[in-house]
């Protein structure tokens, strides 16, 4: 333990989502030790993403505006929509330069040991995005675990009944990887995913 406001940083930044004791004081230490310029710029940028920094009114991705960049670009397809769990989600698939749908973010995923359910969720505001007919393909990006799965099923059975197209991103063994070292959810679902050797 440290004394006052040095111990109360180390207590702030461990409450940070992977932000260890250790770790919160190794960044505890860094700051103390930097510029008080660094410090303070990157007290600046915290106070500023806190005052701009909001929702999308569409799709809730993180965006300084009403709207999200994607959800104002006209050259992205209306018909195809992406559904994923957190907006963190939007940036990993964009990377790929795979998609040129749209998105919508959830905040998170069902997980009743959390006390985290379907009206936690952004599930209410999907449905009115779907009810106008311009959207003909979903697909369900959620994560491949346990809370993952149970809302991709929970939005499957949601969702077929209005007529559109569900998909799943096809999931498995990862390129570089070893069987050995594949857990059985792993393998399993890549033995289930097989495609034709063409």
């Known amino acids: 333990m440290y004394e006052g406001v040095v111990q109360d940083l180390i207590d702030e ?28 710029r990157l007290a600046d940028v915290l106070i500023e993403v806190k ?5 999308c009114s569409v799709c809730f991705n993180v965006s300084e ?6 959800c104002r670009d006209p050259r992205r397809d209306p018909a195809v929509l992406c559904v994923v769990e957190e907006y963190k989600d939007v940036v990993a698939i964009e990377r790929t330069r795979e998609f040129r749908g749209r998105y919508h973010v959830l905040g998170g995923a069902i997980s009743p040991i959390d006390g985290i ?23 369900l990006a959620t994560d491949p675990n346990l809370e993952g799965e149970a809302t991709a099923t929970y939005l499957t059975r949601l969702l077929l009944p209005m007529g559109l197209r569900v998909t799943r991103l096809a999931s498995g063994l990862p390129v570089g990887g070893d069987l050995e070292y594949a857990d059985e959810v792993t393998l399993g679902r890549a033995f289930a995913g097989r495609r034709s050797a063409e």
């Open 65 to 70: 505006d009403e709207q999200c960049r994607i």
């Open 51 to 55: 005052a701009r920094v909001k929702f």
């Open 117 to 139: 359910g379907p009206d936690q969720l952004h599930v209410k505001e999907l449905m009115p995005r779907l009810a106008s007919g311009e959207v003909t393909e979903v697909i």
């Open 13 to 40: 930044l461990g409450r940070l989502p992977g932000v260890g004791p250790k770790s919160a004081q190794r960044i505890a230490f860094h700051l103390l030790q930097a510029e008080p310029t660094d410090v303070r």
